[in-house]
């Protein structure tokens, strides 16, 4: 099992804080975070607040704000918005992309002591849906390395 929960942390690179940025949706983002917590205002000028501002904890501090109107299908799409995220982020980053390959079928858990939906939460009972997602991530990417050699071959 790898777990990682803060961007300095030896598998820091997972974290939806390190600051790796990709354009999504025809603009950057700095970090996975900037879009994900932008992504609660789509279509707003709250989602170009989010995606402005100077670091992944204002960027989540904003998300998390709850003075501002939610899009009202957040909780449908949110698992969609950060595969997305996800994606973009180990697609623009060859080192990245190498690094979570890396990390063979090694289980990822994110590390969050008081998220239970993103973390695995402090007694490890939490769903660690970022985990999940990143190992989908990392199935995708295998299986796209998988395709480019049966058509180059």
Not at 52 to 72: D, I
Not at 87 to 113: I, S
Request: glycine share 8%; net charge negative; proline share 4%.
């Amino acid at each position: 099992m790898i777990s990682f929960y803060v961007p300095s942390d030896e598998y820091g690179f997972l974290c939806n804080f390190s600051a790796h940025g990709f354009i999504l949706d025809g603009r950057y983002w700095p970090t996975v975070e900037h879009y994900f917590q932008s992504q609660k205002f789509a279509g707003t000028e709250h989602e170009e607040r989010v995606r402005v501002s100077h670091t992944p904890k204002e960027a989540k501090n904003l998300g998390q704000s709850r003075k501002l109107p939610l899009r009202p299908d957040w909780e449908d799409v949110k698992v969609d918005v950060m595969r997305d995220a996800l994606m973009a982020k180990f697609t623009t980053h060859a080192d990245l992309r190498d690094a979570l390959l890396a990390t063979g079928n090694e289980e990822l858990v994110e590390n969050a002591p008081t998220d239970y939906f993103w973390g695995c939460g402090k007694l490890g009972s939490g769903q660690n849906m970022l985990g999940k997602l990143l190992m989908a991530t990392r199935q995708a990417l295998r299986d796209e390395e998988t395709e480019s050699a049966a058509n180059a071959g």
